[in-house]
């Protein structure tokens, strides 16, 4: 799963998530992979991510730096499902 990264367009809502992803942020800088986790789990909570056609996407990693940049991996199967 290739990390890709893309510029951020704010959109209405994103400031219910900001915080979130600020914590996410300082938890990466301090190596803190236990909260991380949570974090990650929190954000898959509360968002979802599609492909174009609007279909979902089974599983996503997403980081939204203060820069104004984003970072996601993703995956068309669930991770408990894959093979090997």
């Known amino acids: 799963m290739p990390w ?3 510029d951020v367009e704010e959109l209405p809502g994103f400031e219910e998530v900001r915080s ?4 996410q942020e300082r938890a990466a800088e ?4 236990e909260r ?3 974090c990650y789990l929190r954000i ?3 968002l979802t991510m599609t492909f174009p056609d609007e279909s ?3 599983e996503f990693m997403l ?3 203060d820069d104004g940049t ?3 991996r993703w995956h068309d199967k669930p991770f408990d499902t894959m093979d090997g």
């Open 4 to 6: 890709i990264y893309a």
């Open 20 to 23: 979130l992803f600020a914590e």
């Open 30 to 33: 301090l190596e803190d992979w």
């Open 36 to 38: 991380i986790d949570a």
């Open 44 to 46: 898959r909570s509360v």
């Open 56 to 58: 979902p996407v089974a």
């Open 63 to 65: 980081h939204i730096h």
């Open 70 to 72: 984003a970072g996601w």
